[in-house]
């Protein structure tokens, strides 16, 4: 009797293999929060032990500290529902890779309209009909003009790349 006890104990526990991927995975997740501005993680609403940890191991230099410091973190990972942690680091990533693919898009369109002038404009016109013409063609001719100063064609570049992030933003909702 006292066998069938012992094995039905030893069944329910996780197998050390088990626990070692654990303990990587709640590692992992602190190594990804480390890397975290500082109002982010205070947004996370994360336990003061496993904040001030983290805080620590964003001020650690040496690569020997800084690996016990993540195991440390990883140890105080392990007393945290890491589900939410982990749908916080989620939307994040996927809210910086949106505004990654925008600003490439803002840039290709910046770039196309810089190369090929009235024939690109007239198709994002197509696009965007509530674009104000005159203003975009107006810092088309300043960026490409061979008569004006280069800085102040740089300067038409860049307003004219923030005149298209405007007009994005405004016409695909987030």
Known sequence: ??????????????????????????????????????????????????????????????RGGLARQRQYIGKLMRDVDAAP??????????GAQIDAERHKRT????????????????????WCPE???????SLIDKATGTRVDSGSREAASRELFRSLRTLFEASIPR
């Open 1 to 62: 009797m006292q066998d069938d006890e012992d094995t039905q104990d030893f069944d329910e526990r996780p197998s050390k293999s088990a626990r070692k991927r654990e303990a990587a995975a709640a590692q992992d997740l602190g190594t990804r929060l480390i890397a975290l501005k500082e109002s982010d993680l205070v947004a996370l609403k994360l336990p003061e032990r496993l904040l001030d940890a983290i805080l620590l191991a964003k001020r650690i230099t040496a």
């Open 85 to 94: 942690l982990e749908a916080a680091l989620d939307a994040s990533s996927r």
């Open 107 to 126: 840039e290709a369109w910046r770039a196309r309209l810089l190369a090929e002038g009235p024939k690109a404009l007239d198709e994002l016109l197509k």
């Open 131 to 137: 674009a104000d013409r005159k203003t975009l063609q």
